[in-house]
């Protein structure tokens, strides 16, 4: 499995599946880039696009840095950008999960040239900034205490089927640091993401599970952009949601054909 080390000198595994137009594909916390495979989406998006797979600092082979600095919303995006220039991609789509759509949000933010589309899977909260401080310090607190069991039993209260085990145990298998460091660093932005949403005029969809998002406030953010859409799963939540590939794909594929480099269509 290869490797490139970003600019503050971290180790980041990383593969290529398929042949196409690049597609750069970002976890959020927990879990390996093989769940992108293991939940049924390399197979097919290989058939259309050159898919990057990212084992992003603190998951996988990639290496555990220590402290919030680490995991900087900033770190994140630079780590992209390395890797984008490490394998000389002039332009990618970016498809993000939890976490890892605001890395693809503050690509297309800053770096627009370089993202020719954007996915985002899972719903676009907005926070106020003493939520986000009391939700920070709370859930420190709690993965210090208990690793990654109280976020397990939320997600299975947010769905109506319960989490597979082995989603659970893969989860359980990632280092829970990096959590606690992404979760102190996001005190630490500069950046908002709900504030880039006007810039950013990548064509972008998002979809989010109805229960992970009750009051939609998705399509407000969708309503906030200049070229985005949202598609809207009832029943699932954040996690089954995601592991619903058969949902999600007649979704994306069709949004990434419409907009591919090569290929007819806006954008």
């Known amino acids: 499995m290869p490797f490139l080390v970003s600019p503050d000198g971290v180790r980041l595994s990383y593969s290529i599946r398929g042949d196409g137009p690049w597609l750069l594909l970002h976890l959020g916390a927990g879990c390996d880039a093989s769940l992108w495979d293991a939940a049924g989406y390399v197979g097919p998006l290989s058939q259309q696009y050159r898919c990057i797979l990212l084992d992003h600092r603190g998951h996988g082979p990639s290496d555990r840095p220590r402290g919030a600095a680490a995991y900087h919303i900033d770190r994140y ?3 992209v950008l390395a890797l984008l220039e490490h394998l000389k991609v002039e332009r990618t789509a970016f498809w993000g999960y939890s976490a890892g759509v605001d890395t693809g949000l503050k690509l297309a ?11 985002g899977r899972g719903g676009m909260g907005h ?3 003493e939520e986000m401080e009391e939700v920070v310090d709370r859930r420190v607190i709690e993965m210090r205490e208990h690793g990654w069991e109280p976020m397990l039993d939320r997600f299975d209260a947010n769905e109506r089927q319960e989490v597979p085990g082995w989603m659970k145990d893969r989860i359980r298998a990632t280092d829970a640091q990096q959590f606690t460091d992404y979760l102190q660093a996001a005190l630490t932005w ?3 993401d709900w504030d880039a949403l006007p810039r950013i005029g990548t064509p972008t969809l998002f979809v989010a599970g109805g229960l992970e998002d009750p009051d939609d406030e998705t399509a407000v953010a969708v309503s906030r952009m200049q070229n985005a859409n949202r598609i809207r799963l009832d029943g699932l939540g954040h996690i089954n949601a995601f592991l619903g590939s058969e949902l999600v794909l007649p979704h994306v594929l069709p949004f990434l054909a419409r907009y591919a480099p090569g290929r007819e269509g806006p954008g």
């Open 77 to 79: 995006e630079s780590d």
């Open 109 to 119: 933010d800053n770096h627009p040239n370089r993202v020719w589309a954007l996915v």
């Open 127 to 129: 926070t106020t900034r």
């Open 190 to 192: 500069e950046w908002d």
